[in-house]
T-cell receptor
């Protein structure tokens, strides 16, 4: 079944640790996105990619980085986690967003202590 | 900069009642999307509206788009408890770049 997967689902980590949030999709979509969402709040675009070797920063400044070496994989990395990074991170993909919109993963809820 | 505003932000309504959520946006766009989010969950696509006058219906929910007024509505008919969730509208910033800007969300609570 075509889908988009995020791991881990929940992560509690200490300040200063390096973390990578995984996002993979099996739909062959070229376009992928990372959004950050605080509980009950709106979504903010932090990174996006239009294909392999293409990455761009989104509207909300983020200390995270992303890579897109394979079409299906779009990981997000924080080199040194801080409590201000505590949030939910949602990955999405689209083929033709204008026609079908985005498909979202289940999200990673990150807590930095 | 594209701004997307929803109102109300919070809505508590009784089962069986009708209500409308509004989504206004600040720049020209022909593409608007509605999503549903349950607490602690991800976003589920509800409607894709791609032209002026577009109307889509699914069960007790109906969405419409007026691109001239830069307004979309999500109408709830005879609400039931299962519709309790947060509803987001999202607008494509510039035609063809496919980045979505999300509204603030409307947290809907249906009271039995």
């Amino acid at each position: 079944e075509a889908d988009i997967y995020q791991t881990p689902r929940y992560l509690v980590i200490g300040t200063g640790k390096k973390i990578t949030l995984e996002c993979s999709q099996t739909m062959g979509h070229d376009k992928m996105y990372w959004y950050q969402q605080d509980p009950g709040m709106e979504l903010h675009l932090i990174h996006y990619s239009y294909g392999v070797n293409s990455t761009e920063k989104g509207d909300l400044s983020s200390e995270s980085t992303v890579s897109r070496i394979r079409t299906e994989h779009f990981p997000l990395t924080l080199e040194s986690a801080r409590p201000s990074h505590t949030s939910q991170y949602l990955c999405a993909s689209s083929e033709e967003a204008g026609n079908y919109g985005y498909t979202f993963g289940s999200g990673t809820r990150l807590t930095v202590v | 900069e594209l701004k997307v505003e929803q109102n109300p932000l919070f809505l508590s309504m009784q089962e069986g009642k009708n209500y409308t959520i509004y989504c206004n946006y600040s720049t020209t766009s022909d593409r608007l999307y509605w999503y549903r989010q349950d607490p602690g969950k991800s976003l589920e696509s509800l409607f894709v509206l791609l032209s002026n006058g577009a109307v889509k219906q699914e069960g007790r929910l109906m969405a419409s788009l007026d691109t001239k007024a830069r307004l979309s509505t999500l109408h709830i008919t005879a609400a039931v408890h299962d519709l309790s969730a947060t509803y987001f509208c999202a607008v494509e910033a510039n035609f063809g770049n496919e980045k979505l800007t999300f509204g603030t969300g409307t947290r809907l609570t249906i009271i039995p």
